[in-house]
């Protein structure tokens, strides 16, 4: 089992910056890609960024250029830097891990998910 914990989230003026923090423990070896989703009203959840245990980093289009993602995976933890924020960003963000998981004779992926973090940017 692995568990997530965000935190970091706030209420912060357009073009301010935030930075976003997620702790894991558990099973934290087992764990691979981890990554940043969001969720914002009435819109479904969608990628922020990942980043995968060797640091290969994929981005959303929409957050390409101003948010920056990171791991330390000595200390079990993920971390999201935002700049020049939008009121389009506002938004629950979630801290996802993907682990290997033994399955009899295979392997396969299970996602594991934090509570999430509100953050408001306001105009």
């Known amino acids: 089992q692995v568990y997530l914990v965000e935190s970091g989230g706030g209420l912060v003026q357009a073009g301010g910056s935030l930075r976003l923090s997620c702790a894991a423990s558990?099973?934290?070896?087992?764990?691979?890609?981890m990554g940043w989703y969001r969720e914002a009203p009435g819109k479904q959840r969608e990628l922020v960024a990942t980043?995968?245990?060797?640091?290969?980093?994929n981005y959303g289009d929409s957050v390409k250029g101003r948010f920056t993602i990171s791991r330390d995976n000595a200390k079990n933890t993920l971390t999201l830097q935002m700049n020049g924020l939008k009121p389009e960003d506002t938004a629950v963000y979630y801290c996802?891990?993907?682990?290997?998981?033994?399955?009899?004779?295979?392997?396969?992926?299970?996602?594991?998910w934090g509570q999430g973090t509100q953050v408001t940017v306001s105009p």
């Open positions: 996802n891990a993907e682990a290997n998981i033994p399955r009899g004779s295979d392997w396969g992926e299970r996602d594991y």
């Open positions: 558990g099973n934290t070896p087992s764990i691979t890609t």
């Open positions: 980043i995968s245990k060797r640091g290969a980093t």
